[in-house]
């Protein structure tokens, strides 16, 4: 008998069984469904947030207060300071092109009777420089200027009932301030302008609570020469500010962080967050593939008379093995299928709602071959069973 023939015996055979087929490809449609979907959300994921550092710059780094291990709340600027005179240190790095310092804070605005709470910051005017930040209405402000403020593109045309422009006044806090300058839209990436007030450091000091009187920073902004130089220019910042700070390596009260680090963190996050979905996901494969076996087994128990009809005639056991391996790897293939259809819908309709979804043709491959793969191992067994099943005992089955 042909290969040919074996494919086309062995799909009949799965059309006279079709609620139990169906039922059988059932369990792993869920599963590579479930299986792609999340893969799908990883990818997504790993894309957009890769988008959004190369947005960051790869040759910016950002210096915060307190050790990666106490920068989990807002309160990490009491277990590490920095002050303007690291920044200070830190512009005499060969390696380092900009400096900006940065304090940040929440505030009430105040425009034509509206009331709006807000984020507001303190940065040094060449904060531009580090983020590539357009000025896109009037001027930025000048580095201790008081009194002036500069808006992101959101507080000015949506914020309030109407739009604001440049020249008008703004109470921040009780205090009026002038409007001098509106960015332009950064779209949400590198520095997120849009929802923000900008005013010189020495002036948001006066607004930030925390940072009156003091030379405290909430960060540090710093562009390297080049993206070619970012490793060393982090490692001697480290050095500069352990040596400041008097704390050894491996006791460091600041953070630096750069596109390469924040990426290194953020994957080995999402590998450990998609391996323990698709762990969960795997789970209904296993219940998948124990639904091919039973139904392999049941099939072998209801065609043991056919069996050993095939055996008299002269079938040997490679052929009756290869015919239930078939049947068993078509199942598993046809809710790879199907499975694959659902789980492609699936992230689609996550990318309708906004959220990052990505398929692409190795995952579909992988998906394939794996429904197939189980299929074909879950059928095993049961297919071995039928092929050293005995002529004689076979005929005599009823």
Known sequence: MK????????IVNLTKRKLRSFLTVLGIVIAIASIVALISVGLGLDDYIREQLSAFGPENIIITPGSQKQNAGPLSILSGKLTE???????????????????????????????????IAGYSPNIVKVYEIIVEKGRSYKEEEMGSCVLGSRVAEKFFDKKVKVGEHIDINGQTFQVVGILKSSGGNGLNTDPMIFFSVKQARELITPYNGNKVLAQ?????????????????????????????????????LTSASILATVTSILTVLTLFLSGIAGISLVVGGVGVANTMFMSVLERTREI?????????????????L?????????????????????????????????????????????????????????????????PVEALRYE
């Open 308 to 324: 050993g009809i095939l055996k008299s005639i002269g079938a040997p056991n490679k052929l009756i093995l290869t015919m239930f």
């Open 85 to 119: 005179d690291d920044a200070k240190a830190i512009e005499r790095i060969p390696q380092v092109q900009e400096v900006a310092k940065g304090i940040s804070g929440r505030a009430v605005a105040t425009f034509k009777g509206k009331n709006v709470t807000l984020s």
């Open 3 to 10: 290969l040919a023939e074996v494919f086309e015996y062995s």
């Open 220 to 256: 540090i902004n710093v562009k390297a020469v080049s993206g070619d130089v970012v490793s060393q220019a982090e490692e001697e910042i480290k050095k500069t500010l352990r040596r400041r700070h008097d704390v050894k390596e491996g006791e460091e009260d600041f953070t630096v």
């Open 326 to 390: 078939i049947e068993s790897g078509l199942l598993g293939l046809m809710g790879g299928i199907f499975g694959i259809i659902f789980g492609i819908l699936i992230s689609l309709g996550i990318q309708v709602f906004g959220g990052p979804s990505k398929v692409t043709l190795e995952l579909v491959l992988f998906a394939m071959c794996f429904s197939l793969a189980v299929g074909i191992i879950s059928g095993y067994f049961p297919a071995r069973r039928a092929a050293n099943l005995l």
